[in-house]
């Protein structure tokens, strides 16, 4: 019964792009001996069963109460083996979510855990903390932003054993900064109660919605010679010029409204989507985009201007007048689209931010941690097949 509340659950809220975005996010449900989590890669609106792993709690205790290299990538490495090795047998293709432990850490039977875009509306602000303060008092555990993986699942534990001493009862649900919301409660409609009325209380303070209208068909029709030579360009800039068979050839997805237009009218407008959110926004559209000014001379200026400073293709490019351009390396369509639709949701954070004293991009630190991190990378891989 309750793995198929669960099963109902994640693909409830992975189908509602309010809450999800590219099958990110993850659900879990637990007993005293077993966690049933997500697994790396799969998606949450159209999971089933065989999309969670089964997880030994006592083995998972086992992690907390044992120490790590203060490297971080020994260390990241370590907890990996760990967490596998705390799978029951049977589950060798199944990579357990990299936010396992901090739903093991939550005590309540089910966990969703989302990157809806109103929540980082708050969490991606420079009013944020305050923000989340004045809306939720003591219903709210704030984390600031943190690494993800063991470090993040271990600050969590803490601050939430913190907020439980200080208050006398745990947070309602808990905030991540540049990150999204965790959400536990002993049942599915103590899930939907919690969500519900966080979603209201932010949407009741937001001054604005970014516009994604469609552009009159006169309007986009104007501009389409020049979308089209863009791609082109795209396709041999960012494809590889020794060969030039169909699966190298990049495929490039165009989108474009009037928000997408105003954010790409200057380099001024482009700043405030610049600089990435949460680790999703890096996962699927990079940490930098290529902006031009046009196409012809000034992309391939921008796009060779770009690979040098960076030393890798971008996966994303946004043209003043047009729009952005979804590259995905060797012609994966779906790689392409999601990452217009990470930019979207970035668009979407961007107009939310403006009434929390605007917008607080992750930090290099933090943009360098997930550039590096192999687990984002399999992630990635996985989702993107
Ligand atoms: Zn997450």
């Known amino acids: 019964m309750s793995m198929h509340e669960l099963v109902s659950v994640s693909r409830r809220y992975g189908k509602d ?51 790590y290299p203060a490297d971080e990538d020994q260390r990241e490495s370590a907890v990996l083996a760990d967490l596998m090795a705390s799978r029951y047998p049977g589950q060798d293709d199944k990579r357990p979510s990299v936010e396992t432990l901090l ?12 990157h809806p875009a109103l929540v980082n509306g708050i969490g ?15 219903e709210c555990l704030w984390i600031p932003s943190t690494n993800p993986g063991y470090i993040l699942s271990k600050t969590v534990r803490d601050a939430y054993a913190a907020h439980t001493d200080r208050t006398g009862k745990g947070p309602s649900f808990i905030l991540l900064q540049n990150h999204g919301i965790f959400v536990a409660a002993d049942s599915v409609a103590g899930i939907d109660a919690i969500y519900a009325r966080v979603m209201d209380a932010i949407a009741k303070k937001v001054t604005r919605q970014p516009d994604f209208n469609s552009l009159p068909a006169e309007r986009l029709a104007a501009l389409e010679p020049a979308v089209q030579a863009v791609r082109a360009e795209l396709a041999v800039l960012c494809g590889s010029p020794a060969d030039t068979s169909a699966d190298k050839v990049p495929a490039i997805c165009h989108a474009t409204d009037p928000e997408l237009l105003r954010l790409t009218a200057s380099s001024q407008a482009f700043a405030s989507v610049a600089r990435p959110f949460t680790p999703d926004h890096i996962v699927y559209a990079g940490s930098d985009f290529l902006y031009a000014e046009s196409g012809g001379e000034a992309l391939a200026r921008a796009y060779a201007g770009f690979v040098s400073r960076l030393g890798r293709k971008p996966k994303l490019a946004a043209l003043k007048g047009l729009g952005v351009f979804g590259i995905g390396e060797g012609g994966n369509e779906k790689s392409a689209r999601l990452a217009t639709e990470l930019f979207r949701d970035a668009a979407t954070i961007a107009a939310y931010t403006e009434a929390f004293g605007g917008a607080k991009p992750m930090s290099q630190d933090q943009i360098d ?16 097949k």
């Open 17 to 67: 792009r309010r809450y999800v975005v590219a099958g990110g996010g993850n659900t879990s449900y637990k007993t005293q001996a077993e966690l049933f989590i997500k697994a790396s890669g799969s998606a949450l609106d159209s999971i089933d069963e065989g999309g969670f792993v089964n997880m030994d709690r006592r083995r998972l205790s086992a992690i907390w109460a044992a120490s």
């Open 103 to 114: 739903h093991d850490a939550l005590p309540f039977a089910f966990v969703v855990h989302t």
């Open 124 to 138: 991606c602000s420079l009013r944020g903390q305050d923000a989340a303060r004045e809306l939720f008092g003591d």
């Open 369 to 384: 941690f997930i550039n590096n991190w192999e687990v984002e990378r399999y992630r990635s891989k996985v989702s993107t």
